[in-house]
T-cell receptor, first 112, second 113 residues
Framework: SQQGEEDPQALSIQEGENATMNCSYK?????LQWYRQNSGRGLVHLILIRSNEREKHSGRLRVTLDTSKKSSSLLITASRAADTASYFCATEGISGYSTLTFGKGTMLLVSP | DAGVTQSPTHLIKTRGQHVTLRCSPI?????VSWYQQVLGQGPQFIFQYYEKEERGRGNFPDRFSARQFPNYSSELNVNALLLGDSALYLCASHTYGQDEKLFFGSGTQLSVL
């Protein structure tokens, strides 16, 4: 079963704009991770935020985590056409060792 | 360094047949996990292996089985294929523990006709 629910399901923006995706989950977690998937193939890890962290940055990525609301957001600043992909949040439960529960994903389209 | 390799890339089977999918992890990684991704959905956890032992199993029927070999490569077997087994099967290589990121292969696209 899917734990995370991403919002929106699809997002279309212009190059240079910022993209924000949200994720909600249901149970207590060790960490929350974001992955990118191009053209329905393998997923690429983007960033991991632990349950005791509130915000994390990596290059043009900014992730926030609110454990009280069981939600997270991924912000991609100054989007590029190459950022076009599906983005998934995934949670590691408190009893899980590297076992992830993924959401349904957000499809991001960045137009030149 | 070689990434996670999966074979075959694509596979077409008919209902009732069985299939074996293969995965070679990144050198140094002793843990492999398998995920099923149905079109339009996120990946769903099937199995996790560490040091040749099953360490986790998702909500999948007994038709699904897997094993890990001494060189840490892994096979996923699915028997008595159903149309609903059509999906992208992803293998992830990782170290075993909490707060570990997964390295995914490009997947095997299975179509059951």
């Amino acid at each position: 079963s899917q734990q995370g629910e991403e919002d929106p399901q699809a997002l279309s923006i212009q190059e240079g704009e910022n993209a924000t995706m949200n994720c909600s989950y249901k149970t207590s977690i060790n960490n929350l991770q974001w992955y990118r998937q191009n053209s329905g193939r393998g997923l690429v890890h983007l960033i991991l935020i632990r349950s005791n962290e509130r915000e994390k940055h990596s290059g043009r990525l900014r992730v926030t985590l609110d454990t009280s609301k069981k939600s997270s957001s991924l912000l991609i600043t100054a989007s590029r056409a190459a950022d076009t992909a599906s983005y998934f949040c995934a949670t590691e439960g408190i009893s899980g060792y590297s076992t992830l529960t993924f959401g349904k994903g957000t499809m991001l389209l960045v137009s030149p | 360094d070689a990434g996670v390799t999966q074979s075959p890339t694509h596979l077409i089977k008919t209902r009732g047949q069985h299939v074996t999918l293969r995965c070679s992890p990144i050198s140094g990684h002793k843990s492999v996990s398998w995920y099923q991704q149905v079109l339009g959905q996120g990946p769903q956890f099937i199995f996790q292996y560490y040091e040749k032992e099953e360490r986790g199993r998702g909500n999948f029927p007994d038709r699904f089985s897997a094993r890990q070999f001494p060189n840490y490569s892994s096979e996923l077997n699915v028997n008595a294929l159903l149309l609903g087994d059509s999906a992208l099967y992803l293998c992830a290589s990782h170290t075993y523990g909490q707060d570990e990121k997964l390295f995914f292969g490009s997947g095997t696209q299975l179509s059951v006709l």
